[in-house]
């Protein structure tokens, strides 16, 4: 079978065969544990998988909860303790088959991870490595400069960004940026991860990061400018990548996309550094050099799409955040006190200092600084660390009035709110590390048990894992490769009260409460995306919840 071609006619939205709602990979042993029950009843009983009775207790009301539309009742098992399969039953519903285990994450961090290696562009997955996902190269032939056709570069390798096929350059550096601090924070858990991925020697997350950071430095012009994308003009048909062979077109350079390139070079150079000399000092001239193009270009320089181009546009309103980061990072990376001086007056600006975001990257920016082993101003490191830990604070208020312990409200849930969910689940983890507040611990654990099927739909948004999960994302080629489980460990954008597209309208009745805004289905590309930089957050909680 190959399914070559789109349908959008709605089909019947797929629903959860449960009604109480667990995390569906599981819980850890000694974690707080409570599934969410949407109606009233007096007892729940927790059974394993011969049925027999494990653990009784008594929902408790947590009231009405408004992004669900629901009132909702908590069954806390905490006291359930013993590895093992089991289910949540109540008023004779169900819920999921979940595990309890030293080991539940194991599985969807390894396949948040690898999620990665699946977008591959420019280098074809062998069956070896990908498995029945195999397909050939795609999109190496030589790109045209939108603005000169008479150039021809070489742009090809990196992730393609998401459900389409093209390749931004300050969304490629969200993603890698997750993944590098998830890595500098939490190296152990990397160390040993292993992604069945082609490259030996150094951890399999490094190598997979540098694949896009060999991309980043082609985007690069001779003066230092970094060019904003490598798409074709038009979204690629439902085909497989290497089908799309429509020419490929490199835009104009951004300082959005040019100083977020210098961040993330900048911040990769003193993370290679132990791994691979040569990368790394290629990366801290590259960001070096990038650096220079913005000091010689202080305006801001943003980016639309020309006529004739409808692919993502990525474009920002200022880039204040974007040079603050890059600043940090090189100061981070070489203790130069010029670019103190630099990442302090980027800082007249306003912008959010905890944003870890593609546009708003101010966290990054902070992280760096934070992080670093140069001299530090003290008042800066601590309005710097306090911003995080206000913001856990916040969160934390935000997540006792959802019925679902998760730090969203109605607003949240917009296009990929799943991201929403695994950043605020970040400011938790780093709020952790900063501060040693392990009351955080329990916050991100519910955002991750929200994103793997405690939530109101009762479905896993990430694909292959789960007993109830999305699987038939807006990813050309999970359609186009004719195999009907889809590739695995891709997070889905979630939720998103705008139905912001005419299939999500056209299924979704308007009024429908915010959480309940989804529909697993490939025309959805409002509602059921991937991209790599939301499933990026997702491997930084993972990395940050996992136990060795
Ligand atoms: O992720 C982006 C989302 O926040 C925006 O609301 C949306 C509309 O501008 O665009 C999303 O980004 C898309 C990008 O432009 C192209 N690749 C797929 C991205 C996910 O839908
Ligand atoms: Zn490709």
């Known amino acids: 079978m190959n399914r070559k071609y789109f349908d959008m006619t709605p089909k019947p939205l797929r629903t959860t065969p449960f009604s109480i709602f667990v995390d569906q990979a599981g819980y850890y042993p000694d974690s707080r544990k409570k599934a969410v029950i949407p109606f009233e009843c007096d007892s729940f009983d927790v059974t394993d998988i011969n049925g027999k009775v494990r653990f009784s207790g008594q929902p408790v009301s947590a009231g009405y909860d408004e992004t669900s539309g629901d009132n909702v009742w908590l069954a806390d098992f905490s006291g359930l303790r013993e590895a093992g399969n089991y289910c949540v039953k109540a008023g004779g519903r169900t819920s999921a088959m979940f595990r309890i285990g030293g080991d539940v994450y194991d599985d969807v961090f390894s396949k948040t991870s690898k999620a990665f290696y699946y977008l591959r562009c420019g280098c074809g997955l062998d069956e070896h490595h990908a498995g029945v996902w195999y397909h050939g190269k795609c999109h190496t032939a030589p790109a045209k400069l939108w603005d000169d056709r008479s150039v021809t570069l070489d742009v090809t390798g990196g992730w393609h960004d998401a459900g389409d096929y093209g390749r ?90 040019t100083a977020d390139f210098a961040a993330v070079c900048a911040l990769a150079s003193g993370i290679y550094r132990a791994y691979n000399k040569e990368l790394s000092e290629k990366l801290h001239k590259a960001a070096e050099k990038s650096v220079e193009w913005l000091d010689k270009h202080p305006q801001f320089i943003g980016f639309e799409n020309p006529e004739g181009c409808n692919t993502g546009g990525y474009g920002e309103r200022d880039d204040h955040s974007n040079r603050f980061w890059a600043y940090s990072e090189m100061y981070a990376l070489t203790g130069d006190l010029k670019y103190h001086e630099k990442l302090v007056s980027a800082l007249e600006a306003d912008f959010p200092l905890t944003a870890l975001g593609y546009g708003e990257v101010g966290g990054f920016g902070a992280l760096a600084y934070i992080l670093c082993k140069q001299g530090k101003d003290v008042n800066l490191l601590h309005k710097l660390k306090n911003m995080f830990r206000r913001c856990a604070d916040e969160l934390k208020k935000k997540a006792g009035k959802c019925g679902y312990g998760v730090a969203m409200e109605s607003a949240d849930y917009c296009w990929g709110s799943n991201m929403g969910l695994m950043t605020k689940a970040m400011i938790f983890a780093i709020t952790d590390v900063l501060f040693g507040d392990h009351t955080c611990r329990e916050y991100a654990e519910r955002h991750l048990h929200c994103l793997l099927g405690e939530n109101p739909l009762g479905i896993s948004y990430i694909t292959g894992v789960g007993e109830f999960r999305c699987n038939y994302p807006h990813l050309r080629p999970a359609f186009a490769d004719g195999v009907e489980e889809c590739i695995p460990g891709m997070v889905a954008g979630g939720p998103n009260g705008h139905r912001s597209d005419p299939f999500a309208r056209t299924v979704i009745p308007e009024g429908t409460p915010p959480m309940k805004c989804y529909a697993d289905d490939t025309a959805s590309y409002s509602l059921n995306e991937i991209t790599i930089y939301w499933n990026s957050p997702a491997v930084f909680v993972l990395a940050y919840l996992f136990k060795k």
């Open 168 to 257: 931004y350059v300050t969304a490629g550096a969200c993603a890698a940026a997750h993944l590098l601090y998830a890595f500098r924070l939490f190296p152990d858990v990397f160390e040993k991860q292993d992604l069945n991925i082609p490259e030996k020697g150094i951890p399999d997350i490094l190598s997979e990061v540098r694949y896009e950071l060999e991309w980043f430095l082609k985007m690069q012009n001779s003066e230092g400018g970094v060019y904003h994308k490598a798409t074709t003009a038009m979204h690629a048909p439902f085909v497989m990548p290497e089908d799309d062979t429509a020419e490929m077109f490199v835009f104009p350079v951004s300082s959005m996309a």
